[in-house]
């Protein structure tokens, strides 16, 4: 694992037929899930919009996922000092961040017709919206520093105390919500799932995934072109 | 530790001598207090319902503001390379840096508070209770927001970059400190929010000049 991520090279070799796999994958998983999706029947309560549910809570899932694959890259490029992690960690940051959107901007126009309102202070929602605050913070300090090295390393501690913020952040925010007595948006836990409902969550939440491993593979792998056109344009112009 | 007391003795007189001590954060402390009625309206009834929260609010903005210069003038200078090849490690130059910007800046906001959340409306029984969650509040708010100065030296933009990255890192501290307050005010128990205040802020004291020094090396490198 640690040698994948040291060299380059067997990195490049592995990645070439894995991205574009990966990425079959989550199409032919992605329209199997959509097409049970359409074909689920609509819930007695939610009506239509439950089909939105199988879009939202997969970008949601993904929303955290992809910060601990933020954290851990962080974690080997600045310990192991791997250059493919530091790639791995930049490529993963927009991502993570345009699925935290895709999960707070579906969610919000579920919540218009089913909660009557397109946003509640929530202890879910404001814990995830403080989550997007972590990815643009990443952000906005990766395009701040010009030195690249000095960035990623910057961005890899900045990362880590985020991790270990994440859960205080979540806990915090709920006791808050208690301590608030905000009015309970969410139904009290109603019956357990029916399979049209879960087969084409399940299958789009491993689209998701997939489709994340298989974009953040084709981004790591840019990031690696772009050093290397980096250094053949110093060499010609020295 | 003798190294450790001068190192306090010098950031305690350069933020008195030269920075203008705490005038700076005050003044932006009251100017935000001020603008509060002139936006949210001046009725008693419904300044007092928010007065503690803003109050809580308007201490942790003002606590972002000296934080840009916490690394940043000894690192253009040069004091912080001789600080690094010093004999006291990093950290402990961190910890210091944080615990003089604690006293300096954020122990006379925490005596502001109160009277700030009292002329918004707060009943003045609060007052106590508001000083002790703005002393243990603003402890996490320097340690946290040294992290956040550290990570942007050598940046283009600080202050913007800093408040970006560490405002997120302050909504535990904002919250329990805040949930402390209006416990106490409502009668309920406020030991709770003030303990996970406290715990936040130590942990913050212990974990923040580990950070600190890791971005300073990475800085100066």
């Known amino acids: 694992m640690i040698a994948i991520l040291t060299n380059p090279q067997r990195f490049m070799a592995l990645s070439a037929w894995a991205a574009p796999t990966l990425g079959a994958i989550a199409a032919v998983l992605g329209l199997t899930g959509l097409w049970f999706d359409f074909?689920?029947?609509?819930?007695?309560?939610?009506?239509?919009?439950?089909?939105?549910?199988f879009i939202h809570v997969p970008a949601a899932w993904l929303s955290l996922f992809v910060y601990v694959c933020l954290g851990a890259a962080s974690f080997i490029g600045l310990v192991f000092r791997a250059p493919i992690a530091d790639a791995a960690a930049r490529a993963a940051a927009p991502l993570g961040a345009g699925f935290t959107f895709l999960a707070l901007a579906t969610g919000s126009l579920?919540?218009?017709?089913?909660?009557?309102?397109?946003?509640?202070?929530?202890?879910?929602?404001?814990?995830?919206?403080?989550?997007?605050?972590?990815?643009?913070?990443?952000?906005?300090?990766?395009?701040?520093?010009?030195?690249?090295?000095?960035?990623?390393?910057?961005?890899?501690?900045?990362?880590?105390?985020?991790?270990?913020?994440?859960p205080i952040v979540h806990f915090?925010?709920?006791?808050?919500?208690?301590?608030?007595?905000?009015?309970?948006?969410?139904?009290?836990?109603?019956?357990?799932?029916?399979?049209?409902?879960?087969?084409?969550?399940?299958?789009?939440?491993?689209?998701?995934?997939?489709?994340?491993?298989?974009?953040?593979?084709?981004?790591?792998?840019?990031?690696?072109?772009?050093?290397?056109?980096?250094?053949?344009?110093?060499?010609?112009?020295? | 530790m003798t190294g450790l007391r001068a190192l306090l003795g010098r950031e305690l007189a350069l933020s008195w001598g030269r920075g203008g001590g705490a005038?700076?954060?005050?003044?932006?402390?009251?100017?935000?207090?001020?603008?509060?009625?002139?936006?949210?309206?001046?009725?008693?009834?419904?300044?007092?319902?928010?007065?503690?929260?803003?109050?809580w609010l308007a201490l942790a903005l003002a606590s972002l503001l000296s934080l840009e210069r916490l690394f940043e003038r000894d690192y253009e200078d040069g004091a912080l390379d001789l600080l690094a090849l010093g004999p006291a490690p990093?950290?402990?130059?961190?910890?210091?840096k944080c615990l003089a910007q604690w006293i300096t800046t954020s122990a006379p906001l925490a005596l502001m508070a109160p009277v700030v959340a009292t002329a918004l409306g707060a009943p003045?029984?609060?007052?106590?209770?508001?000083?002790?969650?703005?002393?243990?509040?603003g402890l996490g708010f320097s340690?946290?927001?040294?992290?956040?100065?550290?990570?942007?030296?050598?940046?283009?933009?600080?202050?913007?970059?800093?408040?970006?990255?560490?405002?997120?890192?302050?909504?535990?501290?904002?919250?329990?400190?805040?949930g402390a307050i209006e416990a106490f005010g409502a009668g309920l128990d406020w030991k709770t929010?003030?303990?996970?205040?406290?715990?936040?802020?130590?942990?913050?004291?212990?974990?923040?000049p580990f950070a600190m020094a890791a971005a300073c090396r990475n800085a100066l490198s």
């Open chain 2, 193 to 208: 929010g003030m303990a996970l205040l406290g715990a936040y802020s130590l942990s913050a004291v212990a974990v923040g």
């Open chain 2, 90 to 96: 990093l950290e402990a130059v961190a910890f210091a």
């Open chain 1, 39 to 53: 074909i689920a029947p609509p819930d007695y309560q939610q009506g239509y919009t439950v089909h939105l549910m």
């Open chain 1, 172 to 238: 915090s925010v709920v006791w808050w919500n208690t301590l608030h007595q905000g009015a309970s948006v969410f139904r009290a836990g109603g019956p357990a799932m029916p399979p049209a409902y879960l087969v084409p969550l399940l299958t789009l939440a491993l689209a998701y995934t997939a489709a994340f491993g298989s974009l953040w593979l084709v981004r790591i792998r840019a990031e690696v072109w772009r050093r290397r056109a980096n250094v053949l344009a110093l060499r010609a112009a020295g």
């Open chain 2, 23 to 55: 005038l700076l954060a005050l003044a932006f402390y009251l100017a935000m207090a001020t603008l509060l009625p002139l936006a949210a309206g001046p009725e008693p009834a419904r300044l007092a319902a928010v007065a503690p929260g803003s109050a």
């Open chain 2, 143 to 178: 340690f946290c927001g040294g992290i956040g100065a550290a990570l942007s030296l050598g940046s283009r933009r600080g202050g913007v970059l800093i408040a970006v990255i560490v405002l997120p890192l302050f909504a535990p501290p904002v919250i329990f400190g805040a």
């Open chain 2, 124 to 137: 003045p029984d609060l007052a106590p209770i508001t000083v002790v969650a703005a002393l243990a509040g």
């Open chain 1, 110 to 166: 579920w919540g218009r017709p089913m909660w009557g309102t397109w946003w509640v202070w929530d202890a879910r929602l404001t814990s995830v919206l403080v989550l997007f605050l972590f990815y643009l913070g990443y952000l906005a300090l990766q395009s701040a520093i010009d030195d690249e090295a000095k960035a990623s390393r910057a961005c890899a501690i900045l990362a880590l105390v985020g991790l270990i913020n994440l």
